[in-house]
């Protein structure tokens, strides 16, 4: 499988898809180096989506831009996502707004599966659109 193909499986966890091949997916020392505050490994990550989908029911991600460097088992990823807010999220409660956001993951592979991840959202304009307070 190429690096693009599992860059594109692991996009599908982010589309709504099913979280059944998560652990396949990922390594057994996966981890995630960019955690905000859950466990760094493929167990935080996993409750991490499965937090995002309870305050997100019908959130979805599409890939803007896929990079791949082979020599280095990275993929970067460049997504932007929309969901209505149902569920409790930076410590607000639901407002049913509609919120957009975009992001970037870089993950790197090793023989098939995910090993690292680092990622980054646009933090500031989701606290803006659900009206939280801004980070200190």
């Not at 493929?42 to 997100?56: K, M, N, P, V």
């Amino acid at each position: 499988m190429s690096l693009e193909d599992i860059a594109q499986r692991w996009m599908q966890f982010w589309q709504g898809g099913s979280l059944a091949s998560f652990g396949d997916l990922h390594a057994p020392h996966f981890i995630d180096h960019s955690a905000a505050g859950r466990a760094a490994d493929r167990e935080g990550l996993l409750q991490g989506i499965r937090d995002l989908y309870a305050a997100f029911p019908d959130f979805h991600a599409d890939i803007d831009l896929l990079a791949v460097d082979v020599s280095k088992g990275l993929v970067t990823i460049r997504w932007s996502a929309t969901g209505h807010m149902h569920g409790r999220f930076l410590g607000v409660e639901p407002t049913g707004r509609l919120v957009g956001f975009s992001g970037i993951e870089i993950i790197r592979v090793g023989e098939g599966q995910v090993v690292d991840r680092w990622g980054e959202w646009d933090e500031p304009s989701i606290r803006e659109q659900i009206g939280a307070a801004p980070r200190a």
